[in-house]
């Protein structure tokens, strides 16, 4: 085990994480390598009477750590039992190398949208992946977690009863997907919003959606059809063929988008299909479960996270439904049926992003059967 005082070369390395706009300084950070040094470091912050916190990624950061910052990156084993279908990896392990290893045996996890997300802070959020709608979420697929306790003892328990330093869960057997995406034009966002949501009114378990709104910067590295552009983005994932994934999203495709990426892939692959931006960055971020889609939410949708937003924004609407009704957790009703979620780069600064998208959300809030943790980015949830 390495400790790291804020003197210390490293110290500032170690702390670094995806989400840049939380800065940390806590008193000591711990770089652990085990259950042993996670135990260590959890009995040296009580005897000091210190908060303790954990960092994988930095994807998640909603607070500053203080005192003790444990940083499991380094426990990010990950070994697959391809005859049980499970996967057990380290506290610190991410999407992309679970993909990997369990498709060397015809086997999928339950990952999201982005491969350098920590499996450990994505399962305890709940995990809403792009195969949710047919398998579920991943927390309802954890088969054991190895905790600390908040008194330094090791063992097996509940994910939420201390510190995760390993997980098993269940993989499933998914080699392919007919997956990707299609891209519109910015004349397009108020059709494409109203015909993505009546086309999810009745589509099978196995295609999961989302639609996103996105401002694309004129930079060199992003693609010319899109370059400068307000694109709207339907993104798919399908476990059924190719033909009928054709044949599913042909609504969609009539209405001419600027491009198709639309094909069958390795389900490994399956990052491509939101390429979100791997680059650490300063983003807030916030969300509401809607039961529904009506006109006015669009119309809202568009005017406060469109071209003319106050702040420029990624607008995400998940299609939620399928295994996702039997969850019974708080802000989720059996009537959930979509997410929306606002993600923008703190740009100029954190107050003007927030009341952006407090005019957003407010119109929203009535409706709403609650509000996603894992998708509050860079803020407190209260
Ligand atoms: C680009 C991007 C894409 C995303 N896509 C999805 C998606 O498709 N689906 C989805 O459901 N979520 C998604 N998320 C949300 C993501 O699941 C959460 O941000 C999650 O908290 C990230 O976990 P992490 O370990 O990577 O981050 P970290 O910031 O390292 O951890 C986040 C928090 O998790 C807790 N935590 C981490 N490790 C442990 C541990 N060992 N023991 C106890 N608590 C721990 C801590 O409270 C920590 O502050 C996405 C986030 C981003 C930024």
């Not at 703190?346 to 998708?375: E, N, Q, W």
Request: aromatic letters at 6%; glycine letters at 12%.
């Amino acid at each position: 085990m390495q400790t790291l005082t804020p003197d210390q070369p490293g110290y500032r390395e170690e702390i670094a994480g995806f989400q840049t706009g939380v800065p940390s300084t806590p008193a000591l950070v711990v770089a652990a390598t085990g259950a042993d040094d996670v135990a260590e470091a959890v009995r040296h912050a009580a005897a000091h009477g210190l908060p303790v916190s954990v960092q994988a990624t930095g994807h998640g950061l909603r607070a500053p750590a203080e005192g003790v910052l444990i940083s499991t990156r380094r426990m990010a084993d990950v070994s697959i039992d391809p005859g049980r279908a499970l996967a057990r990896v380290g506290a610190g392990a991410t999407w992309g190398t679970v993909l990997a290893a369990a498709a060397e045996h015809g086997l999928a996890p339950l990952s999201g949208s982005a491969p350098g997300v920590g499996v450990t802070g994505y399962t305890l959020g709940g995990g809403f992946g792009l195969l949710g709608r047919r398998f579920g979420r991943a927390a309802d697929h954890v088969r054991s977690a190895d905790v600390v306790l908040p008194d330094g003892t090791a063992g097996r328990g509940p994910l939420e009863a201390g510190i995760v330093t390993a997980l098993e869960f269940d993989l499933f057997p998914v080699r392919t997907i007919y997956g990707g995406g299609l891209y519109f034009g910015p004349a397009q966002l108020a059709d494409v919003l109203r015909s993505w949501r009546d086309w999810t009114a009745d589509l099978p378990d196995t295609l999961g959606t989302s639609l996103a709104l996105i401002p694309y910067p004129d930079l060199p590295m992003v693609p010319d059809p899109l370059r400068g552009k307000h694109i709207a983005h339907v993104r798919v994932a399908f476990t059924g063929s190719g033909a009928e994934g054709d044949r599913l999203v042909a609504p969609l495709r009539a209405l001419g988008p600027l491009r198709d990426t639309l094909t069958t892939m390795p389900f490994a692959e399956s990052g491509t299909i939101a390429a979100e931006p791997p680059h650490p960055h300063a983003y807030l971020g916030d969300n509401r479960v809607l039961p529904a889609l009506p006109d006015d939410v669009l119309t809202t949708v568009l005017d406060q996270a469109g071209p003319d937003a106050p702040v420029p924004t990624v607008l995400i609407i998940d299609l939620l439904g399928g295994a996702y009704r039997d969850t019974n957790v708080p802000d989720f009703t059996p009537d959930s049926r979509y997410t929306v979620r606002a993600l923008s780069v703190i740009d100029p600064d954190p107050d003007t992003v927030k009341a952006a998208h407090a005019k957003l959300f407010a119109p929203l809030t009535p409706s709403a059967t609650g509000r996603l943790r894992s998708f509050v980015y860079g803020q407190p949830l209260d």
